[in-house]
């Protein structure tokens, strides 16, 4: 059971856009930080947004981040079937379990 | 570039200890910044954060499973390293070595991963 839930699933066409939610609360989202990561199939996560909103260099401006109270969203548009992979959403959780904590992750398939 | 590499054994009997090690190059540990760090993939594919370690060697470990991780690091080689003792079937999973940014104000906090290794699969088994 992860600490921040996410959409098991979501889906869209080549060229349309997509949004995937990841959900916390007042310990995690609420007061930090949020990444996402892509994962390709067979590959590591690789670093898409951080801080909410900010692409690493290399990350093309299609992928976009924001968030508001306990709940972040990945944008993605103008779809590519190179896309289709797993996101993950990453964030440090200030409770008396404090830690880095990740939620459970999104396939997305590009139709 | 900064790269990352994990090595270690693949089998680990249960009750044993887990023990990995991951290389740095292209950049040096003891520059200091950054929080290096474990993370494994259950095969199902959730993620969970394990801990992480400072070059000076200031450790913070993951709550549920701080009475069995250790992490250390040695900057002469440029590498450090993640134990897990204990194991049982539920710890097969593939484990990553990853460079950790983090910052704290004490009223918000910033922990991201923007480099990883390629990650290695450990099985628990007899």
């Known amino acids: 059971q992860s600490v921040l839930t996410q959409p098991p699933s979501v889906s869209a066409a080549p060229g349309q856009k997509v949004t995937i939610s990841c959900s916390g609360s007042?310990?995690?989202?609420?007061?930090?930080?949020v990444s996402w990561y892509q994962q390709l199939p067979g590959t590591a996560p690789k670093l898409l947004i951080y801080d909410n909103n900010k692409r690493p260099s290399g990350i093309p401006d299609r992928f976009s981040g924001s968030k508001s109270g306990t709940s972040a969203t990945l944008g993605i548009t103008g779809l590519q079937t190179g896309d289709e992979a797993d996101y993950y959403c990453?964030?440090?959780?200030?409770?008396?379990?404090?830690?880095?904590?990740f939620g459970g992750g999104t396939k997305l398939t590009v139709l | 570039q900064v790269q990352l590499q994990e090595s270690g054994p693949g089998l680990v009997k249960p009750s044993q200890t887990l023990s990995l090690t991951c290389t740095v190059s292209g950049g040096s540990i003891s520059s200091g910044g950054y929080y290096w760090s474990w993370i494994r993939q259950y095969p199902g594919k959730g993620l969970e954060w394990l801990g992480y370690?400072?070059?000076?060697?200031?450790?913070y470990y993951n709550p549920s499973l701080k009475s069995r991780v250790t992490i250390s690091v040695d900057t002469s080689k440029n590498h450090f390293s993640l134990k897990l003792s204990s194991v049982t079937a539920a710890d097969t999973a593939v484990f990553y070595c990853?460079?950790?940014?983090?910052?704290?104000?004490?009223?918000?906090?910033?922990?991201?991963?923007?480099?990883w290794g390629q990650g290695t699969l450990v099985t628990v088994s007899s």
């Open positions: 007042s310990s995690n989202i609420g007061i930090n930080y």
């Open positions: 990453g964030t440090w959780d200030s409770s008396l379990s404090a830690g880095g904590v």
């Open positions: 990853a460079r950790g940014n983090y910052a704290s104000s004490g009223y918000w906090a910033q922990y991201y991963f923007d480099y």
């Open positions: 370690i400072y070059y000076s060697g200031s450790t």
